[in-house]
Structure formats: C-alpha cells, structure tokens
C-alpha cells in the first residue's frame, strides 16, 4: 500500500495538466432579409491546483458583421471581447463544492450545459433564456453537487448568492437562486427545477422547470424547459435524432441530425430591459446539423417566429471546430 | 395561430414519444457509439463497462466523447465535469479510470 501511494499520486499528478479547450466558429443569420456575419472563439480554460481546486474560465470573442443600415448599406464589424466567467472551484467534500467569482448562473439549463458553441444545436439561445439568466453569470458564491447518487438515482443541488457588480467584464445583480433536479441514469431521464430572486431594483420570482429524456437505444435526445419571470412566461421543446442507427456514427447518413424545436412566450407585463420579446411570440425551429470528422460541426436551420409585431424567417448557418489541448507544453522526451 | 402550433406540437410529440416508448429498453452494458474508442482500452480493466456507462450517463448527455484526449489531461477534464454536472467522487473515479485505465 505504502508503495502504491506514490505511484498513484505521480498518475494523479500527471493527469491534472493545465488545459485549453474550447471552440472557433464562423455563424451566418439571415433575419428579415439581412445578413449578418460573425467569426467567433471561445476558449475554456481549466487549471487545477492541488488535490481539491479548479480555477475556470471561458472567454468569447467575435466580430459582429452586418449592413450598417439594417439591411442595405456597406457591412461594417462590432468586436466584442469578454469573460464569460472566472471561477474558482473547491471541491470540500465528497457531496459539495464551494464556487466563489463569477459563475454561469445555476437556472434551467441552457446556460450551463448547451450554450457553448460546439454544443448547442441551434445559434440562437432559446427566447426564454433570459428568465432567470440575465447577465448569464453571476458573481458571488454558489455551493453545489450530488447530494445522493446510487447507480439508479441522483439528487443534484446548487444554490448561490450574488452580489450587485459594475465592474468590467464581471457585471452583475444582487441575487439568490438555486437547483434541484433528480436523475435517474437508467433511463436517462432528468427532472429539475430553479429558483432566482432578484434582491435589488424591482424585486421579482423566476421559476423553472426542465425535463430531459435520452433514451439509451435510440440516438435521440429531447430537452425541455418553461420558465416563468416577473412579467413573462415560455417553453422550449427540443428533439434531436441522430441517424447513426443506419450506416453507423461514421457514416455520411450517421453523421447527420435533425433538430426541432418548438418556442413560445407569453408577455403578462411590460419589462423594459429584461430581453425578452416585448409581445407573445412563436417561433419554430428546423435545424440540420451534420458532424464531421475532427471535431467539425455544420449546423445550418431554418426558423419561422410568429408575432403580433411582424412575422419573420430565420435562416442560419453555423460551423465550428472543437478544440482541445495542454495550456503547458513540455517538450523533449520523456 | 398559436392552437394550431400546439396542435402541431402535441403531434410531433406523441409520435416521438411512442416510437421512443417502443424503442426503449433497460441500458445495456454496451458503449454508446459515442464513446467506441475509449471502450477499447477499457477492455482490459477490471470492470470495463462502469465507467463508460456512466461517461454516457453524464457528459455524454451535452457533448460528445473528445476524439483526441491526451491522458495528461483526463484529469482535469474529469474535474472540471465534476463540477459542471455535479458528479459524485465515484463517478468522477470511474470516469476518470475509463478515460485513462
């Protein structure tokens, strides 16, 4: 045992190397007859320290191109470069981790788990994205985990605090929230729910729940969400079939997956600022993505969104590459 | 407008629910496609399914498994999904132990 130990560090040791991950992408929109171009990375970076901490962040950086009329005119580009959050993760015990900086706010999803580029489905976050995920971060203290985890059941919490923040690239608003899902791996299906409170400006509730079915025979993955904020209320419903039960994941025809989803929201109150649509809307989503070798990706789909201010389409294009590799390179041989 | 889009999406619904309900069955030891590369190496370890299993009950549910993962980096990688999709140190430790055996 005593022999083993060391050897089980050095392994330890040699796994835990500084990592850059990440994804580069070029997006292409076509909204209402303009076109709009923009080149995008996002780079994750993952440093760990010692037995128990992570420090991670994920940055994202794009030019937005489009007509400098709307939809006439010469293109001229909108750089935006920023944090998308600066965390630093003690793993205490077995059944908790203390977050502390500025952490993708625990509520429904999408914004921890799908809005990465070389994740997400479809370009657009989903129009209730901003129920509960304002500035998407958050910046305080969240402490989460596996509150019970058998081979059959998994109970999942996070619950934070945040505090009000004007400083660049680490905005935020006073705040409280948290998540509770139960999992059953078996069958691959999640059910959770989120709370927030806003604790400063106009106090106001957001709910939410989600409900995820993977099933583990057929490729096929349906996620969903309704959220519920102080002056609005929606749903989305996702699916996506991956066609490799015909020729394989590597074939031309497996390589392909059609995505749906289906969107709506429903205004109760007029809420100036909080990004929502300002009126109900309906928009349904058809996407085609195809997954290349390499970790290349081409999403490309069509959207029709209904709305007492205009019915519009929504064309999109996405390509991205997921990448991967050590922050520290240690040259020479071994 | 929006009660025939629910009628739409009751539809699409019920018919992926059904074909889903038929297709569906208890998990089965076997690798995603997914995660076929690692599940190769994993052959030679002492339970060669447990953590694949969980691979694909975890993070396989938002992306899928990186093509290139040099080992000096599992790790990390591990943790950094730990945190993310609130794994137990369990799962961290097969996830992990099927990443790198």
Request: net charge positive.
């Amino acid at each position: 045992m005593l022999l083993l130990l060391p050897l089980s560090e050095s392994k330890a040791e040699a796994q835990n190397a500084p990592l850059i991950s990440g994804g580069v992408g070029f997006l292409t929109t076509t909204n209402g007859g303009g076109t709009a171009l923009q080149p995008v990375i996002s780079p994750v970076a993952a440093v760990p320290l010692g037995e128990h901490l992570l420090v991670e962040s994920r940055a994202y950086i794009s030019d937005f191109i489009a007509p400098k009329n709307g939809n006439s005119g010469p293109y001229q580009g909108d750089f935006f470069a920023g944090l998308q959050y600066l965390q630093l993760d003690y793993i205490a015990v077995p059944k908790l981790t203390l977050t502390v900086g500025d952490f993708l706010t625990p509520f429904g999803t999408y914004n921890e788990r799908l809005a990465p580029i070389w994740i997400s489905n479809f370009q657009d976050a989903p129009l209730i994205y901003p129920i509960g995920n304002q500035h998407g971060s958050s910046v305080g203290v969240m402490l989460r985990g596996a509150a019970y985890s058998t081979p059959h059941v998994q109970l999942n919490y996070a619950g934070y605090f945040s505090v009000a923040s004007n400083v660049s690239q680490f905005t935020g608003e006073r705040a409280s929230g948290g998540q509770f899902s139960i999992y059953l791996p078996g069958k691959r299906l999640e059910i959770g729910t989120s709370y927030s409170r806003l604790l400063q400006g106009q106090q106001g509730n957001s709910e939410g729940i989600h409900v995820w079915w993977q099933p583990y025979r057929v490729p096929l993955a349906i996620r969903s969400e309704y959220a519920h904020g102080p002056h609005a209320q929606g749903y989305w419903l996702e699916a996506a079939y991956r066609l490799s039960q015909w020729k394989g994941p590597d074939s031309w025809l497996g390589r392909l997956e059609p995505v749906f989803r289906m969107q709506q929201t429903f205004r109760e109150s007029p809420g100036q600022g909080d990004q929502l649509p300002a009126t109900n809307t309906q928009r349904a989503d058809f996407g085609l993505d195809y997954h290349l070798p390499h970790e290349v990706r081409v999403n490309s789909s069509y959207s029709r969104q209904f709305a007492s201010t205009g019915n519009t389409n929504i064309w999109e294009t996405t390509v991205t590459y997921r990448f991967l590799f050590p922050a520290i390179w240690k040259g020479g041989s071994k | 407008m929006t009660r025939s889009i629910l009628k739409q999406l009751t539809l699409t619904a019920s018919i992926i629910s059904t074909t889903v309900a038929l297709a569906q069955a208890p998990p089965a030891p076997k690798p995603a496609a997914s995660a076929a590369k690692p599940a190769a190496k994993a052959d030679s370890t002492k339970q060669p399914d447990v953590g694949q299993r969980k691979f694909d009950a975890n993070c396989g549910r938002c992306h899928s498994f990186p093509e290139q993962l040099s080992p000096a980096l599992t790790g990390t990688v591990v943790r950094h999904m730990r945190v993310r999709a609130s794994l137990s140190a369990e799962d961290e430790k097969d996830i992990l132990r099927f990443l790198a055996p």
